[in-house]
């Protein structure tokens, strides 16, 4: 057996194996996770993430996490052949302005763009969690939660917006910029979940864990 075979059954028995599965190749998501306590195996689905027409940004992000979350749910029940029950996170982040998502920038320009749009300004970040719980394949039962946060961006001049872009955080990051990262730097005010804005709601998050019986840290 070739090291990339054996790899792969490793991986694929991980997964079966796994108290909890994240429907997300988000890196972010899963040291977030990791920060409260709990450990899981990465599974990344593959959906259309298209708006559809005249969604809002509240129930685009929400719809997302649904379809994550019943995506990886659904994929499971077909390695594990519904063996046993099995708990599949899904999530989504977008930010919005003026009713508006703001996605990952599609070049330099558009990133400057988008920056300096924020600037002076506030914005949604919206973030939506789904668990799907259950016999894999029989009895799936789904809960989600839409959590919304409110960044505001001091005033960024057109040269910060370029050297900033220069630094390579802003091109892969919805809205062109990272909180956890050197885009902390501009922002002057958050209301609501700084977790959420990163990635993921750990509030939400270990509370709908919790009541399907993956608990976050213990006291020793």
């Not at 001091?154 to 630094?167: D, H």
């Amino acid at each position: 057996m070739s090291q990339g075979i054996a790899q792969q059954g490793a991986d694929e028995q991980g997964i079966a194996q796994a108290e909890l599965i994240l429907a997300s190749g988000s890196p972010r998501r899963r040291a977030l996770l990791a920060s409260i306590g709990i450990q899981c195996e990465v599974a990344p689905v593959d959906i259309d993430e298209t708006p559809q027409a005249n969604e809002s940004p509240e129930h685009y992000v929400l719809r997302l996490a649904r379809e994550k979350a019943q995506a990886g749910f659904a994929a499971l029940a077909q390695r594990t052949a519904g063996q046993t029950a099995r708990r599949v996170l899904g999530a989504d982040t977008a930010l919005a302005l003026d009713g508006r998502i703001l996605g990952k920038p599609r070049d330099e320009a558009d990133a400057r763009e988008m920056l300096l749009s924020l600037s002076g300004r506030s914005h949604q970040v919206l973030s939506g969690v789904a668990l799907c719980h259950g016999d894999a394949g029989r009895d799936m039962r789904c809960a989600s939660e839409l959590v919304e946060s409110r960044v505001t961006f001091r005033t960024i001049t057109p040269e910060e917006a370029a050297r900033y872009w220069a630094t390579g955080e802003p091109a892969d990051k919805a809205g062109g910029y990272a909180i956890q990262g050197f885009g902390a730097v501009f922002v002057s005010h958050l209301e609501g979940s700084y977790s959420a804005v990163v990635g993921l709601p750990l509030h939400e998050t270990a509370q709908m864990l919790s009541k399907a019986g993956v608990q976050p840290w213990q006291p020793l």
